[in-house]
């Protein structure tokens, strides 16, 4: 159950866009279409942003947005505002070794 | 309203054992798949253990398999976490979430607010 790969950081000013990339294997990320990613505010419980690779809980703006190509998954936000400040988790089904759940190690977005 | 409680977290020694409790409330609690997440201090979430809707499937992360039990009281709408062996490096805040599947190990749509464990002699 080794954690998916994601980058330590990115950063964007108001408006633009910027896209995290989760990497794992054919075992999780590549194999199943079981990709969620979740924002977490400083001192707050992590919140559900993408499930199923591309698919928005009520509530979830459209800004947000989800894709996966092979073994990559990717989170978009399109508009960047200042709330969207936070950690960013991606998360996956896996069934390397055993069954279970891997998250990746979190992105910290800035927005300048 | 959807709410989900932890409670129970505490200084522990380093080889003890602590129960987690997470009550909860506002949705038919049988129904769905539970999981505890957890974060070490300054670092990212580890998935933990997972139980399905009934209590008959159970899953482990391997940092914990053998030393953490993971329950439920579908009478009670409540999630355990019986914890031994502990070390120190399972100081974290622990989450308990909600699966909307039955089966478990899908995405975690509801969280509670979390409960502190520390392991420090």
């Known amino acids: 159950q080794s954690a998916l790969t994601q980058p330590a950081s990115v950063s964007g000013s108001p408006g633009q866009s910027i896209t995290i990339s989760c990497t794992g294997t054919?075992?999780?990320?590549?194999?199943?279409?079981?990709v969620s990613w979740y924002q977490q505010h400083p001192g707050k419980a992590p919140k559900l942003m993408i499930y199923d690779v591309n698919n928005r809980p009520s509530g979830v703006s459209d800004r947000f947005s989800g894709s996966k190509s092979g073994n990559t998954a990717s989170l978009t936000i399109s508009g960047l505002q200042a709330e969207d400040e936070a950690d960013y988790y991606c998360?996956?089904?896996?069934?390397?070794?055993?069954?279970?759940?891997?998250f990746g190690g979190g992105t910290k977005l800035t927005v300048l | 309203e959807v709410q989900l409680l932890e409670s129970g977290g505490a200084l522990v020694q380093p080889g003890g054992s602590l129960r987690l409790s997470c009550a909860a409330s506002g949705f038919s609690f049988t129904f769905y798949a539970m999981s505890w997440v957890r974060q070490a201090p300054g670092k990212g979430l580890e998935w933990v253990s997972a139980i399905s809707g009934s209590g008959d499937s159970t899953y482990y992360a391997d940092s914990v398999r053998g030393r953490f039990t993971i329950s439920r009281d579908n009478s009670k709408n409540t999630l355990y976490l019986q914890m031994n062996s502990l070390r120190a490096e399972d100081t974290a805040i622990y989450y308990c979430a909600k699966d909307p599947s039955h089966l478990g190990l899908n995405y975690l749509d509801v969280w509670g607010r979390g409960t502190t464990v520390t392991v420090s002699s």
């Open positions: 054919s075992s999780d990320v590549g194999g199943y279409d079981y």
């Open positions: 998360s996956s089904y896996t069934s390397s070794n055993t069954l279970g759940v891997v």
